[in-house]
């Protein structure tokens, strides 16, 4: 589907029903949730390769071309809103896509996202156990990720952040497995602080739940889908 600059991202959709936007992470992956998307019936889903990654096209690019991308596509599809589940990176743009275009998006789920900060000790934990997870093989575009996680950073350092999350007007549910090797404080924290916002746990589930929690992960998305419904 072509952009407002002509630009071909990638795009997949099936079902039909109340439509949701599938963010995958990296950044610069491409999408790689449809088989968590596939089991979703009786949802609209909607998968496109983010700019630059997959087969998509484009080159690296910031943070506003990425939101810009997910307000182009929402327009191009016709819809006056959607739910917006974004996984890890996929998780954190949600958010800013939320905050900038916040009349467009009927609900978010954040799963496993990393949260607005930069904290070295949640690093610390992280890097100690990278190698603990199952990991996928995915389509990955460091150019697209060193760009993105970059403005991400410049982003998180904005004076009235946290005021702005705090005026958020959607239902906003963070997920967080209690296995993922990336620790859950900050979606913790984002649940207290923003006015709809809640946090879940998904037990003894990893970063990439789908490879060994399907099942539950699927169940617990619908659940959150079904009780955020417009």
Do not use: C
Request: proline share 7%; net charge negative; no cysteine.
């Amino acid at each position: 589907m072509a952009m407002a600059d002509g630009i071909e991202l990638h795009l997949e959709t099936f079902g039909t029903g109340r439509s949701v936007v599938w963010l995958p992470g990296g950044p610069g992956l491409n999408n790689y949730l449809g088989p968590v998307a596939k089991a979703m019936s009786g949802f609209r889903n909607i998968l496109a390769d983010p700019r630059g990654t997959g087969s998509s096209e484009g080159q690296p690019h910031g943070l506003g071309v990425a939101i810009q991308d997910l307000e182009d596509l929402r327009r191009a599809l016709g819809l006056d809103s959607w739910t917006v589940v974004g996984h890890s990176w996929g998780a954190d743009l949600g958010l800013a896509y939320g905050l900038a275009h916040g009349k467009s998006v009927s609900s978010i789920v954040s799963i496993a996202g990393t949260g607005v900060q930069n904290d070295r000790d949640w690093h610390a934990a992280y890097e100690s156990r990278i190698d603990e997870e199952p990991h996928g093989d995915y389509q990955y575009n460091p150019e697209v990720h060193r760009l993105l996680l970059a403005e991400w950073r410049s982003f998180i350092k904005a004076p009235d952040l946290l005021a702005r999350i705090a005026a958020l007007p959607m239902p906003i549910t963070f997920l967080h497995g209690t296995n993922d090797i990336r620790p859950s404080w900050p979606g913790e924290q984002l649940a207290h602080l923003a006015p709809d916002g809640r946090y879940l746990e998904l037990a003894d589930a990893p970063h990439e739940a789908w490879f060994t929690h399907r099942d539950a992960l699927v169940r617990v998305l619908r659940e959150i889908l079904l009780s955020t419904a417009p």
